[in-house]
T-cell receptor, first 113, second 118 residues
Framework: GESVGLHLPTLSVQEGDNSIINCAYSNSASDYFIWYKQESGKGPQFIIDIRSNMDKRQGQRVTVLLNKTVKHLSLQIAATQPGDSAVYFC????????????FGAGTILRVKS | NAGVTQTPKFRVLKTGQSMTLLCAQDMNHEYMYWYRQDPGMGLRLIHY???????AKGEVPDGYNVSRLKKQNFLLGLESAAPSQTSVYFCASSYSGPGRRFKDTEAFFGQGTRLTVV
């Protein structure tokens, strides 16, 4: 049957502060991860990705950190802006689904002005 | 370049009715996916396809069927809608899976279809 899901956690930050959004993944065999941003009423949009042979990858104002030992992924957003308010999802390449991306539950980021 | 287009954008069904959601992509992507997103929750993979003529089950396939007769289209069918299928449905496509070029796994999403079953 259908599993019962959890409601999304919320992270509230002050404009200009740095944000850290965390994600735990389940499959130690997953070798590719992506962070997506979903604004209200829209589909998810790609932010940044990382392969399992890397620990860190930086983009414009965003950094993704991967800790394979504890199966943990984080997204750091520098100088958070109101436009960063959205739901953020991590996605992992799950081999049991034929190397397909499967999404985590997501985190709501609210930026206070 | 339209990217990924979903139709319809909104739909209300009565319990037991059937319908088909259409997803079309113009990026020549091999992989296509259907997800559902329930209020305040994450995306769950329903079915996916790795190429024309192929489909496979995801995390929550029960109550849904899919077809990929043409590379650019991925159809999601509900044969007998139930209130538990009230959700927002997202289609996505990607060039390939991991193992090839790094960015080819990036999935591009449609705008979503809001389905209510009463």
């Amino acid at each position: 049957g259908e599993s019962v899901g959890l409601h999304l956690p919320t992270l509230s930050v002050q404009e200009g502060d740095n944000s850290i959004i965390n994600c735990a993944y389940s499959n130690s065999a997953s070798d590719y991860f992506i962070w997506y941003k979903q604004e209200s009423g829209k589909g998810p949009q790609f932010i940044i990705d990382i392969r399992s042979n890397m620990d860190k990858r930086q983009g414009q104002r965003v950094t993704v950190l991967l800790n394979k030992t504890v199966k943990h992924l984080s997204l750091q957003i520098a100088a958070t802006q109101p436009g960063d308010s959205a739901v953020y999802f991590c996605a992992e390449n799950k081999k049991e689904y034929g190397n397909k991306l499967v999404f985590g539950a997501g985190t709501i980021l609210r930026v206070k002005s | 370049n339209a990217g990924v287009t979903q139709t319809p954008k909104f739909r209300v069904l009565k319990t037991g009715q059937s319908m088909t959601l259409l997803c079309a992509q113009d990026m020549n992507h091999e992989y296509m996916y259907w997800y559902r997103q329930d209020p305040g929750m994450g995306l769950r993979l329903i079915h996916y396809s790795v190429g024309e003529g192929t489909t496979a089950k995801g995390e929550v396939p029960d109550g849904y069927n899919v077809s990929r007769l043409k590379k650019q289209n991925f159809l999601l069918g509900l044969e007998s809608a139930a209130p538990s299928q009230t959700s927002v449905y997202f289609c996505a496509s990607s060039y390939s899976g991991p193992g090839r070029r790094f960015k080819d796994t990036e999935a591009f999403f449609g705008q979503g279809t809001r389905l209510t079953v009463v």
